[in-house]
């Protein structure tokens, strides 16, 4: 039996600053997770990686993370790793930790 598709994201970093980034529903790349456009469908979610993908002028390391879609209609995320990248760098406050 198949397993259910889970919602993904598309989450890479930024080439010259380093931060994390979220892909949006306009194509864009927004450093707030609750910016991210979730998939809905495997298909979905290969479109938007391979538009992702075309973009290493801009991006590096970009793949597909699991979330959640909260009551706000928003992507939350499932893995603690990704708990932890949308909290920014964590050996000094700086970045989103700093706000």
Same mark, same amino acid.
């Given at each position: 039996? *198949?397993? *259910? @598709? +889970?919602?993904? !994201? /598309?989450?890479?970093?930024d080439l010259l600053v380093g931060d994390v980034i979220y892909l949006t529903r306009s194509g864009a790349? $927004? #450093?707030?997770?609750?910016? *991210?456009?979730?998939? +809905? $469908?495997?298909?979905?979610?290969? +479109?938007?990686?391979?538009? *992702?993908?075309?973009? $290493?002028?801009? !991006? /590096?390391?970009?793949?597909?993370a699991d979330v959640e879609i909260g009551d706000d209609?928003?992507?939350?995320? /499932?893995? @603690?790793?990704?708990? @932890? #990248? +949308?909290?920014?760098?964590?050996?000094?406050?700086?970045?989103?930790?700093?706000?």
């Amino acid at each position: 039996m *198949a397993r *259910a @598709f +889970t919602p993904k !994201i /598309v989450t890479a970093n930024d080439l010259l600053v380093g931060d994390v980034i979220y892909l949006t529903r306009s194509g864009a790349w $927004s #450093r707030l997770h609750e910016e *991210a456009h979730p998939a +809905t $469908s495997e298909e979905q979610a290969r +479109t938007m990686l391979e538009h *992702a993908q075309k973009q $290493s002028d801009r !991006i /590096v390391g970009p793949y597909l993370a699991d979330v959640e879609i909260g009551d706000d209609d928003r992507p939350h995320p /499932v893995h @603690f790793r990704e708990v @932890f #990248r +949308t909290r920014g760098p964590s050996n000094y406050p700086h970045g989103k930790q700093a706000q």
